[in-house]
């Protein structure tokens, strides 16, 4: 019988999750251990009921009870269990475990490995949805150190029974994935989602350790779960590290500046700290519940329709730098934004914006995909305690400033920009840099691009060496300053 015929459309084929787990068992030398929290043993029933698994797995096990699960891997400082923290303990714990009571001499060719979850699932009320952290630790030849993948999901069904299933496929993704895969990241991250619908579970952080790994940058592979339609957003750290939103943005009050920060500039920065004092005189804002956001949208990342990975870094790479933390998100309105914050937090928010983009807020064509138009995206933006500071702008033809007094809006949108006006949810920042107006990032990096002099003085202190050392935006030396 022949394998296609005319017509016959090239696809991939997926191997099921059976054939995946049946793979892994019939390889000798494959071997380790499963150790699951908070929803089952579902990831290694797979492997049970695939068949040969008695030649793969060395020992399961689920510690339930919080006080045998101590026991175990030790008491959290937070005394908290589905948490990063604890699934390296786990991870850790098992793989010490099986080099220990496994005699290398007699097994030299074994692949250990050490898989872990730690999870809580959808609460009896259905209010919490329930999240985990996922994670393996394996080795790829038995004379390497290992290498690990951990990363974090977020459940969106509402049944406990189907989160389990879910969960369980995800592991089987993963742990087969780390095997035959490893040398492809990218694909190796999308595989994870294979007979998986992205709406049923949201993964969020990811990380990748190791020597196989080495050349991987985890701020990429996190633009990769946007850019997968995995997540929505993802945050890294002033170090460049991928970290959980959650743990940054838990009950704080949040203080969010956009920007193409393409690069970041007097302007980006003058905004930021004007905004940021204005903020902390707030009611009910505490400076050490307080955290600052530099947010990049994922539309701005785009390239001729595709995103464009080096630009990306170049700013993530300069904004930590420079000791923020960074968020990249798949939001284009602003009142999306505000909803994802509002999932961990109820207290102050702040959002610091040029007039351009306020204006843009009241442009109607971004809502008509909502049933209630501008006035359902206006009550899901201001109806937590939000208010947006507003840097002016001045005209580079009549020297005359903008701000939230005389900025023009639609007329039919008039009298609801007045309304938010004054209800105190729009203030201007008046303590302002004048000598900062002239200043424009597209001006900047069209001049860094082109080998023109004069843009180092229009960014912040330290920025125009950190371009030119690591040669960000296209920044290319001119003979005479390579001869110095």
Known sequence: MPETIIGDKEFENIPSIKSKALRINLNENIYGTFAEIGAGQETVRNFFRAGGASGTIAKTMSAYDKDFSDAIYGIEEDGRYVTESRLQKMLSHEFDLIEERINREKHPNRLFFSYANTVATIDFAKKY?????????????????YNEITLHIRFHENDAQLQQITLGTLG?????????????PNKLLRYLYDHIDKDKIEIDTINFSGPRFAD?????????????????????????????????????????????FRPVTKVN?????????????????????????????????????????????????????????????????????????????????????????????????????????ILEAFGKLFFKDLKVY???????????????????????????????????????????????????????????????????????????????????????????????
């Open 129 to 145: 949805k329930g999240h985990g952290w996922v994670g393996i630790r394996y080795q790829i030849d038995p004379k390497e150190p």
């Open 172 to 184: 089987v993704n993963l742990i087969y994935g780390a095997y035959y895969k490893y040398d492809q």
């Open 216 to 260: 991987v940058d985890n701020r990429l592979m996190s633009l990769q779960l946007i850019k997968n339609g995995m997540t929505d957003a993802v945050m890294f750290d002033p170090e460049g590290h991928n970290i959980l939103p959650a743990r940054i943005l838990y009950k704080k009050n949040i203080l969010a500046l956009r920007g193409s």
């Open 269 to 373: 920065i003058d905004m930021f700290e004007r905004s940021y004092e204005m903020f902390l005189k707030e009611n009910r804002v505490e400076k050490d519940r307080t955290e600052v956001i530099f947010e990049i949208t994922l539309s701005n990342l785009r390239a001729e329709g595709e995103i464009d990975e080096e630009d990306f870094m170049d700013r993530a790479r300069l904004l930590c730098s420079l000791g923020y933390t960074v968020m990249i998100s798949n939001f284009q309105e602003y009142y999306k934004l505000v909803e994802y914050f509002s999932r961990y937090t109820k207290m102050r928010m702040g959002l610091a914006m040029g007039v351009n983009n306020l204006i843009d807020i009241f442009d109607e064509k971004y809502y008509r995909h909502l049933s209630g138009g």
């Open 390 to 484: 507003l840097y002016p702008m001045k005209d580079p033809e009549t020297g005359e400033y903008t701000n939230s007094e005389n900025l023009k809006v639609h007329p039919r949108m008039k009298e609801l920009y007045k309304f938010f006006k004054y209800n105190g949810k729009v203030v201007d920042i008046t303590d302002y840099n004048p000598e900062n107006m002239e200043i424009f990032s597209r001006e900047v990096l069209s001049m860094i691009e082109s080998g023109e002099e004069g843009w180092e003085e229009m960014l912040p202190p330290g920025v125009a060496e950190i371009i030119k050392d690591k040669r960000l935006f296209n920044y290319k030396p001119t003979p005479a300053k390579i001869s110095n």
